[in-house]
């Protein structure tokens, strides 16, 4: 039976309900989606968009993300709320913390990677998912960082730069037409990372609505993380 791959679309993998443990003392909700045939290749870590506007571990992206990329190729995806957010799987305990209380949320949630031995742990952040990963991502073993639709208003210049001696791969992914940063202004304001993969796309959006920017974004993630599952396919042989 042949199905195409799009919209809510949920392809099959091993789906557990997580939760996560902060060193002050809060229960994070979350999921993790796990390959079926065999362990994973690499790990995708989830941050979401804004929780104050609406941001959750549902974003659609995210939800996509984990929704096809076990089956596509071969990740395991870990989503999670950050602090004082709630989606279907859930609340999270706590209170919203403006991107410095949640470096304690991002450090339950590698303390997680590690306790499973989940291998080659990359950071994906969406929007204010990015600042979280510009602050605080190299406090922690990663293989790499994705910055999906950066918006850099709670990141500083010195955080940035931080990033140029890190010695793992950082790739901003600006959509041409975004609401708060596009592709110009991106190249200037992570001038200071010369090895970061600064990733225009044309026609993209802050937001990403529709299966052909999912696709674009996607393909742009897999394409980091496990490039030999390139390309990735639109129809589902299950």
């Not at 659609?60 to 999670?80: S, T, Y």
């Not at 990359?122 to 790499?144: C, D, N, Q, R």
Request: with cysteine; glycine share 10%.
């Amino acid at each position: 039976m042949s199905v195409e791959i799009s919209g809510s679309v949920e392809l099959p993998a091993r789906r557990d309900d997580i939760e996560l443990h902060t060193d002050d003392g809060l229960t994070l909700v979350g999921e993790l989606a796990s390959p079926l045939g065999g362990p994973p290749v690499a790990t995708l870590v989830c941050l979401h968009p804004l929780p104050t506007h609406g941001g959750f571990m549902d974003s659609h992206i995210l939800r996509k993300a984990a929704a096809r990329l076990p089956a596509l190729a071969q990740l395991a995806v870990l989503r999670f709320n950050t602090r004082g957010t709630t989606s279907p799987r859930g609340s999270s305990q706590g209170e919203f913390g403006d991107a410095v209380e949640e470096r304690r949320d991002l450090a339950a949630a590698m303390a997680f990677v590690a306790e499973h031995a989940l291998p080659r742990p990359w950071l994906l952040g969406w929007s204010f998912g990015t600042e979280i990963v510009l602050k605080y991502g190299l406090k922690h073993p990663i293989a790499g960082a994705i910055l999906l639709s950066p918006p850099l208003h709670r990141t500083t210049p010195d955080e940035i730069a931080a990033w140029a001696g890190a010695g793992v791969p950082l790739v901003a992914i600006v959509p041409e037409l975004d609401d708060y940063l596009r592709p110009p202004e991106a190249a200037q304001r992570f001038a200071s990372v010369p090895q970061i993969d600064l990733v225009g796309v044309e026609g993209g959006k802050h937001l990403w609505v529709g299966e052909k920017q999912t696709y674009r974004v996607l393909t742009e993630v897999v394409g980091r993380l496990n490039p030999a599952a390139l390309p990735l396919p639109t129809v589902w042989e299950g």
